[in-house]
Structures are given as structure tokens and as C-alpha cells.
């Protein structure tokens, strides 16, 4: 019973903290989406202000309409928002100092291995004498062969 | 009593597990067949002892014996019948059990399939199988014992986590498990070939079939994991690149990668020590997965515990890695190549090309989900890598995949002439530029959104064509066009079943195309009466219903959906709020179609139902997603099938 209770008082408060926010529509709303998507919903598990249906997120929302109407720049709101919660509310890493490293070592990763396939291919060609490939064949021959050759592929 | 029998079956089992693993091992080492036998009858007892201890955990959560922990934080007096037995896996010492139950059968499987062949291999796959399955049994026994006793006994449980009552939730973990515990059989095979020493094809040979299975279950256990995220999360999308969603992704990516490598090895005796380390990482890497989301060494939606459960993990994956490249490194001289690479325009060099991009994409993967980890160890600030960075990372990787996955299949092996490329992706190339051409011109600006168009359509071609041209020279030998392609399908089953998988990720990249480029979304308070307007959707919201279900209490928001004056759909999104939970549970109600989705989800609104907020989505094409997983199914079911050939 007394869990029924608090679920009413939760009910209760729920249009409350809903009246504390400004009402959408009031600035651009692509900006306050394009804002939110960049910022960690701070109670969820790993959504974005903007994509999170808590009420958590809806009230960051707000604050962000609230910060625009204020006249703040978008770089300000995040401003705002990496001051009040640290480098953590942002979903991706600014690209700087440590960092660095996770935006960048994929792609030294896939370089590093272009140029090993490359190596294996060098080396694994002088292995044997190359076998020059016949340029000219039947075409009827050729369709045979293809056919065949389709019927022993994986 | 019943939770202290089965406590003791799975003690029992456990020390079967290693019995039968010690055993099948001597009995390979100094050819004991009775050891062998014996080990076997070890393993049908470690299955029957698992699932006897199953159905008792399942009795328990039916008969609400909240003395058992396990049944009380994850049921209450209210969870609906369904529920109560999924609960079973709601959590994670259900889950042990249910993943050493999946693993159990596999090993039965590989018992009666193989006890009378490839007798080199036969008892080390079964000693390795079950020394995994031991492993598992030792985390049931000592870490998350499912059968712990609870004192004092609450009077009614905790409850089920209000998310996890679904029907993807039924089914989800069944997929991805089986997917998981599949790899176990290809991992063993290649421990057995390395034990032997007989490091030749046969062990890629023997697997091909598993790894297939176990690749299609862990794709299933993916798309579901999407549907139950788009459906009931309520956040209107399918993939937020969590860690749980990157844990089961990982493997993926790899066992992807493997499946197309030992096609280079069968075929042109390459890449055997790639491939050895492809299917130790990916085992490797389904054990890392559930390291990562149930040791709570990162929260997410998955990791409902902490405790010693991270240490046994690691230790385990630690002595799987290093055992496993140990035995690569004293079998190194066995593990070079035989054949040779003529040219980077070949097959062999597209297949290399496509393993390195999917290990790039699991390593970044892999990387960004630790990242935040070792921010914080080296520089004390906590960072978090989302959705931003993944996509942003990886949709270059995506694409050269999409790009290979043309190429890969039709160039030639050895050297391609220039006649080969100029007769297999002369018309594919020209169509996806002509279709990536005709979409701008229809408005559509988006460089990616173009770019993944055109190479769909690239794709696409290249298969039409090569089916097309192998239709017609079957047509060409007298046969009639159905048995024709009847007959292609059949006999070539390997080849155009992985066509069709190959379509099904098309079609799977379409709906991610459609979904990140064209839905459109808007949130809006309205008075009861009063309607909006989003794409061709006209939406009234009607009226607030609040009413009491059996574990919980729901408000429910009626909102009617026309369009140009016709009514569509009544529509009703709810929030529940349950006793367990601090915050409420957003219902989502959604109007399905292949264009496109009518996604809403109720926000606040005010106690008397005068007015609501309500978050509405226009999502486009998110239905191919589901579509492409019932293509992957048929080329998953084509390929599987057994080799025509030989026949």
C-alpha cells in the first residue's frame, strides 16, 4: 500500500517539474535537438538528451531552450553544460589532448594493416614463378569454363 | 530443500565437467576409447544435471519462493505467468545457466554427430568443450550461485525489471546465447587442430556449417536486441552503441571476418595462423562481452550486478588467450603459408582487404568502449564515447565493407584481368552511379546518404548479374528456367546463400540509411481536443485513462491519427509506473509501415488529462531492418544446408 502512495505523490509531482521547463516551439528546435544530441542524458544508460523519452532529459532540454532564449550560442549551451558536469556529458570526446588517441588509433590501426596486406601481397607473390594468363580465350569456351568453375565455387 | 538440490546438480555437473574434460583429454593422449566413452557420459549428465537445475529455478519463480535471491529480485507477486518462467534469464545467474544449458546441448550435438569421425580431433573438441562448460559451472557455483537463499524471506519479491517484460526479451537472449555458445564449437575444433598438430583445412572444413549457425543466431540476437530497443525503450531508435549492444557486436565483427577467411584458406591454403586468431578472438571476445556487461565494470542497461564475477571472467579469458596463442606460437612452424598471393587485384587481396576493415571496425568497437576506462585511469577524467564518435568512426568502415562486399565475391581469384573486371563490374558500376545520379536529382543532398545509395545499388547489380549469368548458362545446357534457378540455388547453395545474406545486409542498410537520413521528429504539448500535424499525419490527442494492472499502474493517452480527414489508427501510448522503479516506464505505441513509422511516446502531462506532452516520430524505412532479417534468415538457411556437391 504504501508503494501505491508514492507512486500518487510521483504522479502528482510529474506536472510540476514539467511546468518549470519553458514550453517547446518558443526557439528553433533543431538547434535545441542538434544541441541535446551531443549531451549525455545524466540518468540514462547511454542516450542522448535528445533521443531520452526520462524526464531527466526533458528538463535538460529545457534548460537548453531556456539558455538559447537567453541569447547563448550553441557552443555556449555545451559550454554550459561540460562546466556544470565535466567532459562526461559530452557523447563524444572532444578531439584533443588524450583523446586523441581514440579518434585517431582506428585509423592508424586500418592504415597499419593496409600496408601489411600490401607487404604479404609482395612477398607472398615472389614465392612462385607467375604463370602468364592466357588473354584470349573461345567465348563459348570461356562460358563453359565459368559455368563449371561456378559449380565448384564455396 | 528444492534450491539446495539444485545448488548440488550444478556442484555435481561441475565436477562432471572436469571429470569428462580431464578425461576425453588422457583418453586422446594414450588412446583410453573407454576414457572417451566415459567422457561422454559425463556430458550427457552435465546436460541433464543443467537442465534438471533449470526447471527447478523455474518452479521456484512459479511458486514465488522468494527465500531463493535470485527469485526474489527478479519477481513479484504480481509478474505475469510468461514472465515468471523468462525471468529465469532476467538477470545474471539465469543467464549462466541458461548459456551453460545452450552450451551443454552443443556439445551433445558435437557428440552424436562426430563420435565415430575425425577420431584425431574428436576427443580434444570434447575435452575443450567441456572445460568451457566447467568454467561456466564454476561461475554457477561459487560467484552467482542462482540458488543463494535469502534471509529473512521477504513477503513479496522485488520484481522483474519493467524492461525486460517482452517478448523480445523472450527471445533475444535465446538468439544471442546460442550465437555466443556456438562459437565455442569452431574454437574448439581449432584448439584440437593445433593440439594434433594437424593445422591442415580440416578443422575449417568440419566448422564451416557451426560457424554459420552461430553466426546466424548471434545476427538474430543482434536485430532483436533492435526491435526490443526500438519498441520498448521508447527512445525511437534501434542501436545507441551502448557497451552491452558493442559487447555482442564485437564478436560479430570478427566471426564475420571468419567466416569469409577460411573460404581463402580452403581454397588457396592462406591465411591458416589468421585464421587461428580470428576464432580465438572471437571466442575470446563472446566471453569479453559478458566480462564487460555483467562484472558492472561499466554501467549499462545490462550490468544489474557487481561482485567477484569480473575477476573469474577475466581469469578465465586470460587463460583462454594466452593457452590458445601459446599453442599457436609452439605450432608456428606449421602455420605457414603454402600458397601465394599474385596480385592485390584478386579475391584473395578483396577478402584480405574486407577481414581487415571488419577487425578495424572491432577494434574500434572494442577501443571506444574501454576508452572511457582508461581516461579515467590516466588522466582521472571521465569521458564518455557514444553514438557520435561510433558512427561517425565507423560509417567509412561500413561503406568500403558494402564496397567489398561487391567486389569480393566476383573478381577473380589469383590475378584479375582486366576483361574479368571490365565483364563483372562494368554494369554494377554504372547503375550505382547512375542510381546514386538519379537520387540527387530527386532532392536528395546528403553526400553519405548518396554515396550508400549508389553502393547498394552497386551490390546489388553485381549479384543480379552473376545469378543472371549463371541462370543463363543453365539455360543455355537445355534446363527450363525454374529448375534452372532452382538448381543453381541447390547445387551452389554456399555461394548464393551467402548472396542472399549479402542482400539481406543490404536491405538492413537501407532501413539504417532511411531511418539516420529522413526521419523527422518533433515533441509538443496539447490540450485534450487539440491536434498537430507532422509529415502526412494529422495527430489529436483525445483524452488521459489511468487504470491498475497487475504490477503496476498505467496511464494511457488516446490520440487519433488521420490522414487527409480518413482515421488511420486510434493510437495509445502509456507511461507505466511501477512500485520498484524510481521513474516511470515509457509504453510506446507506433504505427508500423514499410515507408515508414508513426512512432509516439507519451511525456508528462497534467493529472486531470486536460493536456500532454507527446514526443512523436516520423521514421523512415526502420522496417527494412526487420525485412533484412528475414532475408539473412533464408541465406543463412540456403548456406546451411548440406553440401550438394559430393552428392
Same mark, same amino acid.
Given at each position: ?154 | ?170 527471445? %533475444? ?27 591442415? &583445412? ?39 552503441? &551502448?557497451?552491452?549492444?558493442? $559487447? ?11 567466416? %569469409? ?187 553519405? $546518404? ?22 543463363? $548458362? ?63 499525419? %494529422? ?109
Amino acid at each position: 500500500m504504501k508503494g501505491r502512495v508514492l507512486l500518487l505523490a510521483l504522479i502528482a509531482l510529474v506536472p510540476l517539474l514539467a511546468a518549470a521547463a519553458p514550453p517547446a516551439g518558443s526557439v528553433n528546435e533543431d538547434t535545441v535537438r542538434e544541441i541535446a544530441a551531443q549531451l549525455r542524458c545524466v540518468v540514462c544508460q547511454n542516450l542522448s538528451v535528445a533521443d531520452s523519452p526520462s524526464e531527466m532529459a526533458n528538463q535538460m532540454r529545457g534548460i537548453i531552450r531556456e539558455r538559447l532564449q537567453a541569447a547563448d550560442t550553441p557552443e555556449q549551451v555545451v559550454a554550459y553544460f561540460v562546466e556544470k558536469y565535466g567532459e562526461w556529458i559530452l557523447l563524444s570526446p572532444p578531439p584533443r589532448g588524450f583523446n586523441l588517441l581514440v579518434w585517431t588509433l582506428p585509423f592508424v590501426g586500418i592504415g597499419v594493416g593496409l600496408v601489411a596486406v600490401l607487404l604479404l601481397a609482395r612477398r607472398w607473390s615472389h614465392r612462385t614463378a607467375r604463370l602468364p594468363l592466357p588473354e584470349t580465350i573461345d567465348p563459348a569456351m570461356r562460358e563453359r569454363i565459368e559455368r563449371e568453375m561456378a559449380e565448384l565455387e564455396p | 530443500m528444492i534450491p539446495e538440490i539444485g545448488y548440488a546438480m550444478t556442484a555435481v555437473a561441475l565436477g562432471l565437467a572436469l571429470y569428462g574434460s580431464g578425461a576425453a583429454a588422457i583418453g586422446a593422449r594414450w588412446h583410453r576409447p573407454a576414457l572417451i566413452q566415459s567422457s561422454q557420459h559425463a556430458a550427457l549428465g552435465v546436460f541433464v544435471l543443467i537442465l534438471a537445475a533449470m526447471i527447478l529455478l523455474v518452479y521456484a519463480f512459479l511458486t514465488f519462493d522468494f527465500s531463493v535471491r535470485y527469485v526474489a529480485m527478479n519477481t513479484n507477486r504480481g509478474t505475469p505467468f510468461y514472465y515468471r518462467i523468462t525471468a529465469l534469464w532476467g538477470a545474471l545467474e539465469g543467464s549462466i545457466i541458461l548459456w551453460s544449458w545452450m552450451l551443454s546441448i552443443y556439445t551433445l550435438l558435437v557428440i552424436l554427430r562426430y563420435r565415430s569421425r575425425h577420431p584425431e580431433f574428436y576427443p580434444w573438441v570434447l575435452s575443450v568443450m567441456l572445460g568451457v562448460l566447467a568454467f561456466f559451472l564454476l561461475v554457477m557455483t561459487v560467484p552467482a550461485p542462482p540458488f543463494q537463499r535469502l534471509t529473512p524471506i521477504p513477503p513479496d519479491g522485488r520484481g522483474l525489471n519493467p524492461l525486460l517484460e517482452d517478448t523480445g526479451m523472450i527471445t %533475444h537472449p535465446v538468439a544471442l546465447y546460442l550465437g555466443f555458445t556456438g562459437f565455442t564449437v569452431p574454437f574448439a575444433f581449432a584448439m584440437a587442430a593445433l593440439i594434433t598438430g594437424r593445422t591442415g &583445412d580440416e578443422w575449417i572444413t568440419v566448422t564451416r556449417r557451426w560457424t554459420i549457425v552461430a553466426w546466424y543466431f548471434l545476427s538474430l540476437g543482434l536485430l532483436i536486441g533492435g526491435w526490443w530497443s526500438y519498441h520498448v525503450l521508447g527512445w525511437g531508435g534501434y542501436w545507441a552503441w &551502448d557497451p552491452v549492444e558493442n $559487447a555482442a557486436f564485437m564478436p560479430w565483427l570478427t566471426g564475420t571476418a571468419f567466416l %569469409h577467411s577460411v573460404m581463402i584458406q580452403e581454397r588457396r591454403r592462406i591465411l591458416k595462423l589468421w585464421n587461428l586468431t580470428l576464432i580465438i578472438l572471437t571466442f575470446g571476445l563472446t566471453l569479453f562481452g559478458t566480462f564487460l556487461t555483467r562484472s558492472g565494470i561499466l554501467s549499462s542497461v545490462h550490468s544489474f550486478t557487481q561482485g567477484t564475477i569480473g575477476a573469474f571472467f577475466l581469469g578465465f579469458i586470460a587463460l583462454i588467450l594466452l593457452g590458445a596463442f601459446g599453442l599457436v606460437a609452439a605450432r608456428g612452424d606449421r602455420l605457414k603459408a603454402q600458397g601465394e598471393l599474385d596480385s592485390i587485384l584478386s579475391r584473395e587481396s578483396a577478402f584480405l582487404l574486407n577481414n581487415l576493415m571488419l577487425v578495424a571496425a572491432a577494434f574500434t568497437v572494442f577501443f571506444g568502449t574501454i576508452f572511457p576506462l582508461l581516461s579515467e585511469a590516466v588522466r582521472g577524467v571521465k569521458v564518455s564515447v557514444g553514438a557520435p564518435f561510433f558512427n561517425l568512426v565507423n560509417i567509412p568502415i561500413f561503406l568500403a565493407l558494402i564496397f567489398l562486399m561487391g567486389v569480393g565475391p566476383l573478381i577473380a581469384w589469383r590475378r584479375a584481368s582486366r576483361e574479368n573486371l571490365r565483364r563483372n563490374f562494368l554494369w554494377p558500376v554504372g547503375l550505382g552511379i547512375v542510381a546514386a545520379g538519379a537520387f540527387r536529382m530527386l532532392g536528395v543532398a546528403h553526400t553519405l $546518404a548518396l554515396l550508400c545509395f549508389g553502393l547498394v545499388v552497386f551490390v546489388t547489380a553485381t549479384i543480379v548479374l552473376d545469378f543472371y549469368r549463371a541462370t543463363r $548458362a543453365r539455360l543455355r545446357s537445355g534446363e527450363r528456367l525454374l529448375p534452372a534457378m532452382g538448381g543453381l540455388l541447390v547445387r551452389q547453395n554456399r555461394r548464393y546463400g551467402g548472396f542472399v545474406v549479402h542482400l539481406g545486409i543490404l536491405v538492413i542498410a537501407l532501413g539504417v540509411l532511411g531511418s539516420n537520413a529522413w526521419s523527422i521528429q518533433t515533441e509538443t504539448t496539447l490540450r485534450r481536443g487539440e491536434a498537430f500535424q507532422i509529415g502526412r499525419y %494529422h495527430v489529436r490527442f483525445d483524452g488521459l485513462a489511468a487504470s491498475e494492472e497487475s504490477n503496476h499502474f498505467k496511464v494511457t493517452g488516446t490520440f487519433t491519427v488521420a490522414n487527409d480527414g480518413r482515421v488511420l489508427a486510434v493510437m495509445q501510448p502509456a507511461k507505466k509506473f511501477y512500485p520498484q522503479e524510481q521513474t516511470p516506464i515509457a509504453y510506446v505505441d507506433y504505427l508500423m509501415g514499410l515507408r515508414e513509422d508513426l512512432y509516439l511516446v507519451l511525456g508528462d502531462f497534467a493529472r486531470d488529462g486536460s493536456q500532454a506532452t507527446i514526443k512523436v516520430q516520423v521514421n523512415r524505412l526502420v522496417t527494412l531492418i526487420w525485412l533484412g532479417g528475414l532475408v539473412l534468415t533464408l541465406g543463412a538457411g540456403l548456406a546451411i544446408l548440406p553440401d550438394r556437391r559430393k552428392a
